[in-house]
């Protein structure tokens, strides 16, 4: 079956611009999660989605950042104004539930450049 | 606070040869444990888990022991082939946050034939 999509696959983009990042979900998965992975770095938590609402958003790193999930399946991420230090890997999860060891499916990531 | 420590990579090994790459966590509780991977070009998929102390996981020959007098999770393999070549990321998930992986820095690994 389809896994985890992600589009664009790469986004090059000016310093203060806007931006959002796509992701389809593995049909069914009502759990989503968006990680920023930087070069060198493993993925780190941005934001957590249980259906349509954001259930912990603890991990944006600012207000610049801001994430919708409607219906409860395609999620966006948005970025304001973006900052060259946003420059990353932005990577979407999904899972069947909400327990800590039902595994991710992951997309294969955003490559966002800010120039 | 949660976090994972792997060993730097890169690791290069010849084909055949047994692999180890340790990680550590610390963690308050009894966290779940995993072993992510990722192939060239591939996204990020799960290779093991383990969800108590002492419990072993497995698959496609590789292992871990979820150690927690040692609070390690040391990624193993007896035979690597050259497909096994890819980059090796440790996870937990806290207890009080169960959706919340905490990821380490990965360890790339090249396999020579």
């Known amino acids: 079956g389809a896994g985890v999509s992600q589009t664009p696959s790469n986004k090059v983009t000016e310093k203060g611009k806007y931006v959002e990042l796509r992701c389809d979900p593995i049909?069914?998965?009502?759990?989503l999660y968006w990680y920023r992975q930087s070069l060198g770095q493993g993925p780190e938590f941005l934001i957590y989605?249980?259906?349509?609402?954001?259930?912990?958003d603890s991990g944006l790193p600012n207000d610049r950042f801001f994430a919708v999930r409607p219906e409860g399946s395609v999620s966006t991420l948005k970025i304001q104004r973006t900052e060259r230090g946003d420059s990353a890997v932005y990577l979407c999860?999904?899972?069947?539930?909400?327990?800590?060891?039902?595994?991710?499916?992951f997309g294969n990531g955003t490559r966002l450049t800010v120039t | 606070g949660n976090s994972v420590t792997q060993m730097e990579g890169p690791v290069t090994l010849s084909e055949e040869a047994f692999l180890t790459i340790n990680c550590t966590y610390t963690?308050?509780?009894?966290?779940?444990l995993f072993w992510y991977v990722q192939y060239p070009g591939e996204g990020l998929q799960l290779l093991l888990k383990?969800?108590?102390?002492?419990d072993k996981g497995s698959n496609k020959g590789f292992e871990a022991t979820y150690r927690k007098e040692t609070t390690s999770f040391h990624l193993e393999k007896g035979s690597v082939q050259v497909s096994d070549s890819a980059v090796y990321f440790c996870?937990?998930?806290?207890?009080?946050?169960?959706?919340?992986?905490?990821f380490g820095t990965g360890t790339r690994l090249k396999v020579l034939a």
């Open positions: 999860a999904s899972s069947p539930g909400q327990l800590g060891n039902s595994p991710l499916h």
């Open positions: 049909s069914g998965h009502t759990a």
């Open positions: 989605f249980q259906g349509t609402g954001a259930a912990d």
């Open positions: 963690a308050t509780g009894y966290p779940s």
């Open positions: 383990a969800t108590k102390a002492d």
């Open positions: 996870a937990l998930t806290p207890p009080s946050g169960t959706y919340k992986y905490i």
